[in-house]
């Protein structure tokens, strides 16, 4: 999927323990838009990704200069998933991103050294 064309960027997650090496590699869906929901392919990435037992999140972009709202769906989405059932898959995601869209979203502050 493009994200210039479907408003959804996928990016590799990887989780790990503090103090330990990356344990196991996930997939972010970042729903950039509304219509990014109906993307063309959208539940059908989401699915396979459900279905071959990675963690799946999606990411909601707060306004602009704040940080975004994340979830991790795949146990939410794994029973319409196996039942195949795409109209059930895009309903939980337009859940997701309604629910994302409320979060409380902090300023993101920049920090770092001043030029000397």
Known sequence: MRPDRSDVLV????ESKPGETPVR???TFTLLSNAAVKAEGLAE???A???????????????PGFTWAQARIDDALRS??????KAAILRLLQQAH???R???????KLTGRTPT
């Open 11 to 14: 990016n590799l997650q990887y």
């Open 25 to 27: 590699m996930g997939v």
């Open 45 to 47: 990435s989401v699915a």
């Open 49 to 63: 990704a459900v279905g071959a037992g990675v963690p799946v999140y999606a990411q909601i972009p707060g306004p």
């Open 80 to 85: 319409a998933v196996y039942a195949r059932d």
């Open 98 to 100: 309604r629910q994302g």
């Open 102 to 108: 409320k979060g409380d979203f902090e300023p993101v």
